[in-house]
């Protein structure tokens, strides 16, 4: 699934993990597997609608992608669903700012493989990686 507006659980999701990185002294291990870069917090809706725990209880989805929060493209496994952030695709709108203004831009690429669509792989490609700044 392609979003533009994160979910409430991608916030969820990262602070769990955040949480358990922070406090290793209460034994607990991130659980979300989330990695990538978080510059910002998620902006999602007012009020959680419920589509995650709808998309869980499909059991068919395995993705939900979004790039609203452009200077964010991190992912994890939430409870068997991929979360995932793509950073800013174009130059019009806000990046890092200052000298790192641009380092985020780029694209989140997928590779399906038709016979088993359920382990997809993605990864972020920049601009910066083809000398376009």
Avoid: W
């Amino acid at each position: 699934m392609f979003f533009h507006i994160p979910l409430q659980e991608f916030r969820t999701m990262y602070d769990n993990d955040a949480y358990r990185r922070v406090h290793p002294e209460l034994g607990l291990v991130p659980q979300h597997g989330v990695i990538g870069e978080r510059n910002e917090d998620e902006c999602p809706g007012p009020f959680n609608s419920g589509l995650f725990a709808a998309a869980l209880e499909r059991g068919d989805v395995k993705g939900i992608f979004v790039g609203h929060d452009h200077v964010n493209d991190c992912v994890g496994n939430y409870f068997g669903i991929q979360l995932g952030h793509s950073a800013n695709s174009g130059f019009a709108t806000y990046g890092l700012g200052g000298s790192e203004n641009h380092r985020m831009r780029g694209a989140r690429v997928f590779q399906v493989d038709e016979r088993a669509p359920a382990g997809f792989k993605t990864r972020m490609v920049r601009a910066i990686d083809y000398g376009i700044q």
